[in-house]
């Protein structure tokens, strides 16, 4: 059990590889991935609290035929990148990062497997909810928040 | 069939999926970035409150394209429901409307069932369990695991990291649980 800092705490697991340095407005290229990604979202209907309940009730393939697909386009796509080499629009070399497994993927993940039950929602969706017009499930974001702020508090003293 | 009217659809499994997975190139290509959504519930802790704790104290605006992805996805969301809306009734499994009712759920109109995330559930029992608890328990554990359905799910089994099969596993079992062993004795509360 580890239960000192490293620094691998102060490295985010879905990081800015990026070397150059990004104009403020260069930022505007992720808020329209963002807004397409959103669409699926509504659209796919997978943002619903009854498709999620749906899934974990095995009475739909829909859900797991989104995320299983999800992932065979994510496999190959990396695969070709890592293949061909294929570089970023600012020509640097793409970044990847191998996850060192720690406890708290099981702990933690079984934790948010509940939460994702009740909640309908993965932090994702819980954007595209807002969006949609479910102006309440902001308390549900404010929730996810505080909860991860309590893990930045408890870290030290949680089994990873 | 006019196009427009295609888009209004709900979108299958087969269209929605591979537009998600797409969504870890263009990232990769477009600026260097792994895919992730809850490190944004992270950079909002950071940037907000970071309390001195350690694992709070980084250079949060380095990563400040995550929050515009996410605001992005809430607009998104804006966008497809008011402009995009599907013209026919949502679509449940016949099943899932069995087992639901027979739990106390009575309305089926809309993405989210009305008798559960309703504003006037916001201050009762309901309201704690489904938004505070159940909200606590994404934020808390996304973290602990070290990402989330996009960040494991997705981005690390795309990158074929074991440790994200784990986790998604994890994150199945636990719904599964929620689901069939504990959500019949929480509806029963209310």
């Given at each position: 059990?580890?239960?000192?800092?490293?620094?691998?705490?102060?490295?985010?697991d879905?990081?800015?590889?990026?070397?150059?340095?990004?104009?403020?407005?260069?930022?505007?290229?992720?808020?329209?991935?963002?807004?397409?990604?959103?669409?699926?979202?509504?659209?796919?209907?997978?943002?619903?609290?009854?498709?999620?309940?749906?899934?974990?009730?095995?009475?739909?393939?829909?859900?797991?035929?989104?995320?299983?697909?999800?992932?065979?386009?994510?496999?190959?796509?990396?695969?070709?990148?890592?293949?061909?080499?294929?570089?970023?629009?600012?020509?640097?070399?793409?970044?990847?990062?191998?996850?060192?497994?720690?406890?708290g993927?099981?702990f933690g993940g079984l934790l948010f497997g509940l939460g994702w039950a009740i909640t309908?929602a993965c932090p994702g969706p819980l954007f595209?909810?807002?969006?949609?017009?479910?102006?309440?499930i902001i308390t549900t974001l404010l929730s996810a928040v505080a909860g991860t702020w309590a893990y930045g508090y408890l870290r030290?003293k949680l089994?990873? | 069939?006019?196009?427009?009217?295609?888009?209004?659809?709900?979108?299958?499994?087969?269209?929605?999926?591979?537009?998600?997975?797409?969504?870890?190139?263009?990232?990769?290509?477009?600026?260097?970035?792994?895919?992730?959504i809850s490190s944004s519930l992270r950079h909002i802790c950071a940037?907000c409150m970071p309390a001195?704790i350690?694992f709070f104290?980084?250079?949060?605006?380095?990563?400040?394209?995550?929050?515009?992805?996410v605001?992005?996805?809430?607009?998104?969301?804006?966008?497809?429901?008011?402009?995009?809306?599907?013209?026919?009734?949502?679509?449940?499994?016949?099943?899932?409307?069995?087992?639901?009712?027979?739990?106390?759920?009575?309305?089926?109109?809309?993405?989210?069932?009305?008798?559960?995330?309703?504003?006037?559930?916001?201050?009762?029992?309901?309201g704690l369990v489904f938004f505070v608890l159940g909200g606590f328990m994404v934020g808390f554990g996304t973290r602990w695991a070290g990402g989330c359905t996009?960040g494991?799910?997705?981005?690390?089994?795309?990158?074929?990291?074991?440790?994200?099969?784990?986790?998604?596993?994890?994150f199945?079992?636990g719904?599964?649980?929620m689901?069939?062993?504990?959500?019949?004795?929480?509806?029963?509360?209310?």
């Amino acid at each position: 059990m580890q239960n000192v800092i490293t620094p691998d705490a102060l490295v985010c697991d879905a990081p800015n590889d990026m070397k150059k340095t990004e104009s403020w407005t260069a930022n505007l290229k992720y808020l329209v991935v963002g807004v397409m990604f959103g669409i699926v979202f509504v659209k796919a209907e997978i943002i619903s609290w009854f498709r999620i309940q749906e899934m974990f009730r095995l009475q739909s393939f829909h859900m797991y035929g989104v995320i299983g697909s999800a992932i065979v386009v994510g496999m190959i796509s990396v695969w070709l990148i890592k293949r061909f080499n294929i570089k970023t629009m600012s020509g640097e070399t793409v970044e990847f990062h191998p996850k060192k497994f720690n406890k708290g993927q099981i702990f933690g993940g079984l934790l948010f497997g509940l939460g994702w039950a009740i909640t309908g929602a993965c932090p994702g969706p819980l954007f595209a909810q807002i969006g949609s017009g479910y102006v309440v499930i902001i308390t549900t974001l404010l929730s996810a928040v505080a909860g991860t702020w309590a893990y930045g508090y408890l870290r030290n003293k949680l089994p990873h | 069939m006019e196009f427009i009217d295609l888009i209004r659809k709900p979108w299958p499994w087969y269209v929605a999926g591979p537009l998600i997975g797409l969504t870890v190139p263009t990232l990769l290509l477009i600026g260097n970035k792994s895919f992730g959504i809850s490190s944004s519930l992270r950079h909002i802790c950071a940037a907000c409150m970071p309390a001195n704790i350690p694992f709070f104290q980084y250079n949060w605006k380095k990563e400040i394209w995550n929050l515009f992805f996410v605001v992005g996805v809430l607009m998104g969301g804006f966008l497809a429901t008011t402009f995009l809306e599907n013209p026919d009734s949502f679509q449940l499994s016949s099943a899932t409307i069995a087992d639901l009712k027979a739990l106390g759920i009575r309305d089926f109109s809309g993405l989210m069932p009305a008798d559960l995330f309703d504003a006037a559930n916001l201050f009762t029992l309901k309201g704690l369990v489904f938004f505070v608890l159940g909200g606590f328990m994404v934020g808390f554990g996304t973290r602990w695991a070290g990402g989330c359905t996009s960040g494991h799910a997705i981005m690390g089994l795309s990158n074929l990291q074991w440790p994200s099969l784990v986790a998604t596993c994890c994150f199945m079992v636990g719904g599964f649980a929620m689901t069939h062993l504990i959500l019949p004795h929480l509806m029963k509360l209310f």
